[in-house]
């Protein structure tokens, strides 16, 4: 499955690119930070821009491809971040993108600088084995020039691209890199089989899930929008059932929200008394499309789904999704963004005086990137999570109940047994790493929210990425 069902925040209502309102936000967010002017105008700057056009011979026909790879920081080595194919790709999307991931690494604490890529082209349009020639000739042009390798820049999933993409990847790198120890190193979001990582594919939309229930779990968030504490029972509504939308729905009913819409292109459905995110599945699987499932009310324009009546809305589809025209009629208390700039600015602005909260982008969906670290990491150290301690875990827990039954007298039941005994294998490891990193960094945000007078958590968010990656500047001094 692809890793993200986002594409560009398109930006042809404003009158700025993607790239000048990422910028415009870093602006806005510096004000509040201490840096002198050159260090955020390199922060700002994307270091290394690499355009390619290379030939592929499809069918009787010979392709000139386009495609990108922008290394936006090298504050910190190696670069990461995913590759996405689709007809939208152009330079500037892949600096906005780019850049973005700089700042979603610093605020996850991710040690990597960030970067994108992007090949302009339809992956519907070709068959696999054409996709497969496009993917390893990209990945070779990335070998030739430097611009892959698990110390210099790290590829990964993105919108259109996924674990099948990622193992080419990794294939071509190991075959031009004989007998380099850590090539799989070389890119993340790969197959289990081929030195990926378990949670890995449900990565970001367990951020979301993660990130949105800190909201809720924090008594003064909660008190501010008159919302009860914890995500039980509270009512949610996710646009677009990709691999980020459909994970974090599934999350979200699988510890007692309440999933009352969900959107998709085809339309959108509505029940107040909860949808079954797994049977939905299942009937669109079957009729290809969510409409006219048991139970529900049909919504023809799939947008106006985002208006209905919700205590949380995702946005996990498209761009620009929430804007001037619609914002005002969004009745979520919380908005999470699940997708890459799914408001516009005019719309959070809108929200925000509605007092909305609007849980930004570049942390609610760094839980990908976040496990991809994870997965590195394992790849350079050559060995699965849990491999070496799950067994003396357990055989530690068997011990201390043994001795806690001695001394009490009384037996724990038996699935208070198993969940006791239980030693960590990596699934859990993973999933322990990644709710402590967004619970973290989502404490690391609203302190700075509440500690510099901002009103905004995007602001804050900014501010927490520019004060990591301007003390990194600091310290590395200028060189020579
Ligand atoms: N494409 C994902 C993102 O935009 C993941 C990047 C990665 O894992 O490096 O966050």
Request: glycine share 10%.
């Amino acid at each position: 499955m692809a890793e993200t069902a986002t594409s560009t925040p398109g930006t042809k209502a404003q009158h700025y690119s993607f790239f000048q309102g990422v910028e415009r936000n870093f602006d806005k967010a510096s004000s509040f930070t201490r840096f002198e002017k050159g260090i955020l105008e390199q922060i700002k700057a994307c270091n290394s821009i690499l355009q390619l056009k290379f030939p592929v011979r499809i069918g009787e026909k010979i392709e000139v491809i386009e495609a990108y790879r922008v290394q936006h920081s090298h504050h910190k080595l190696p670069c990461k971040g995913g590759i996405r194919y689709s007809m939208d790709v152009n330079q500037d999307e892949v600096m906005a993108l780019a850049s973005l991931m700089t700042y979603k690494c610093a605020i996850v604490n991710v040690p990597f600088g960030g970067a994108k890529g992007g090949i302009k082209i339809n992956p519907k349009n070709y068959t696999p084995f054409e996709l497969e020639k496009i993917t390893r000739r990209y990945a070779s042009e990335l070998v030739k020039k430097n611009f892959i390798g698990p110390g210099i820049d790290v590829p990964a999933p993105d919108y259109g691209t996924g674990a099948r993409e990622m193992s080419w990847i990794a294939d071509t790198y190991a075959s031009l890199k004989p007998g380099e120890v850590d090539a799989l190193g070389c890119v993340t979001g790969k197959p289990i089989t081929q030195g990926g990582v378990r949670g890995r594919t449900e990565a970001t939309g367990l951020g979301v899930y993660y990130g949105v229930r800190e909201v809720c779990n924090t008594k003064e968030d909660m008190k501010k929008l008159g919302l009860e504490l914890g995500i039980e029972g509270k009512k949610v509504i996710v646009q677009g059932l990709g691999n980020v939308g459909f994970h974090a729905a599934k999350f979200f009913f699988d510890n007692g929200a309440i999933i009352v819409g969900l959107a998709e292109y085809e339309g959108g459905i509505y029940s107040e008394k909860g949808i079954d995110i797994y049977k939905v599945v299942e009937h669109r699987k079957a009729t290809g499309s969510i409409l006219d499932f048991p139970g529900v009310t049909n919504i023809k324009n799939s947008a106006d789904t985002l208006e209905q009546e919700c205590d949380i809305l995702i946005p996990a589809a498209l761009e620009n999704v929430i804007n001037a025209g619609n914002a005002a009629r969004i009745k979520a208390k919380i908005i999470g963004e699940g997708a890459n700039g799914p408001l516009t600015p005019d719309a959070d602005e809108i929200l925000h005086k509605k007092g909305a909260i609007v849980v930004p982008d570049m942390y609610l969906n760094a839980g990908g990137v976040t496990v991809s670290y994870f997965e590195w990491l394992k790849n350079l150290s050559h060995v699965r999570f849990g491999r070496m301690d799950k067994r003396f875990s357990e055989n530690q827990n068997s011990l201390i109940l043994q001795t806690v039954e001695g001394l009490t007298g009384k037996r724990a039941n038996d699935t208070e047994r198993t969940m006791i005994l239980h030693g960590p294998d990596e699934a859990d490891l993973v999933y322990s790493g990644l709710e402590d990193t967004m619970i973290g960094s989502y404490h690391e945000i609203r302190d700075i929210l509440n500690s510099r007078d901002i009103s905004d958590m995007r602001t804050a968010a900014f501010v927490c990425a520019i004060d990591k990656v301007g003390v990194s500047y600091e310290e590395l001094g200028i060189f020579p």
